[in-house]
């Protein structure tokens, strides 16, 4: 059986030799005002939620953070930073934290304006729900060869 490699955080080179964590980086520096603080401030809060995190830089801009799927994007606008859950719909949000993109079947989005207070408990929770979600969708897929099978005698 062949065991996938999981790339820690920042260690992949993409083309160049830049990896997707400096990409994020250099976009928390670029932006120099409220949206690249807070930015930092989420990816510090996803890397405690989940220290397997794996940072992505796709679609000509966007961080993104998977761990066995993509967990959320980080989009940063004129006047929000937005982060869109993959799967928010199938994601328990006790704290109402998703206050955007939810007339959808499978994304959930939370707008984060200037000023505006980040409950770091719920949203480490629901990164959390997010990455649970991401590993038992990943297990269910597994062929059915690679499922132990129970023995009755």
């Known amino acids: 059986?062949?065991?996938?490699?999981?790339?820690?955080?920042?260690?992949?080179?993409?083309?160049?030799?830049?990896?997707?964590?400096?990409?994020?980086?250099?976009?928390?520096?670029?932006?120099?005002?409220?949206?690249?603080?807070?930015?930092?401030?989420?990816?510090?809060i996803i890397k405690q939620a989940d220290p397997e995190v794996i940072e992505e830089w796709k679609w000509r801009g966007v961080p993104v953070w998977e761990h066995d799927g993509i967990i959320c994007t980080g989009e940063t606008y004129k006047a929000v930073v937005k982060m869109t859950f993959a799967k928010g719909a199938s994601l328990e949000d006790p704290s109402g934290l998703f206050n955007s993109s939810l007339e959808g079947n499978t994304r959930r989005a939370i707008d984060i304006r200037e000023g505006d207070k980040v409950d770091e408990k719920a949203l480490k929770a629901l990164i959390r729900e997010a990455v649970a979600l991401n590993t038992s969708k990943r297990a269910a897929a597994r062929p059915a060869g690679a499922r132990k099978k129970s023995t009755s005698a």
């Open 1 to 44: 059986m062949k065991k996938a490699t999981m790339k820690k955080s920042g260690a992949s080179e993409g083309k160049g030799g830049s990896s997707p964590s400096r990409h994020i980086d250099a976009r928390i520096k670029e932006l120099g005002d409220w949206r690249g603080e807070m930015l930092a401030r989420i990816r510090s």
